[in-house]
């Protein structure tokens, strides 16, 4: 039986926070596109495209767990989950993540609970998140 507590002011802005970062991450994929796996650019403006947004590739020449992340999401979120795939293995797990906000914080919201699914669940699938892009970084430098 998951922790059942009120939603205090802080959570509540939590909850808020997290799922407008969902609806604007989902909705990004309707104003940026993926035209080669190396950058991204706005619709409509295939010769300004957007800059790398990782400082570890751009300082030091070295992919983050992260790098390849934000293509891999816009890839899904476009329906071509090959080149989602391709850009980061992990990428589909975290776009079912971002999908999985629109349920849980709205249920949230409306039933004002801190923690509707429990206070371990939320936890353990973070952790879990954290390892497999961590894991996944680590095979990327070996292989």
């Not at 909705?27 to 295939?46: K, M, Q, T, W, Y």
């Not at 699938?125 to 680590?138: A, D, H, S, T």
Request: net charge positive; proline share 6%; charged share 15%.
């Amino acid at each position: 039986m998951p922790d059942v507590k009120a939603l205090s002011p802080v959570r509540f802005r939590r909850h808020r926070f997290m799922l407008m970062l969902a609806s604007v991450l989902v909705a990004s994929a309707f104003i940026f596109r993926v035209p080669s796996h190396d950058r991204v650019e706005l619709v409509g403006l295939a010769n300004l495209p957007m800059p790398s947004l990782c400082m570890s590739k751009s300082l030091w020449g070295i992919e983050c767990p992260g790098c390849g992340l934000t293509r891999s999401l816009l890839c899904f979120f476009h329906g071509d989950f090959e080149a989602s795939l391709a850009l980061h293995r992990i990428g589909w797990v975290v776009a079912v993540a971002v999908i999985l906000q629109f349920p849980y914080r709205i249920t949230a919201l409306v039933r004002k609970e801190d923690h509707p699914l429990g206070t371990w669940f939320p936890k353990v699938f973070g952790r879990v998140l954290i390892f497999l892009l961590l894991g996944n970084w680590i095979v990327g430098l070996v292989l």
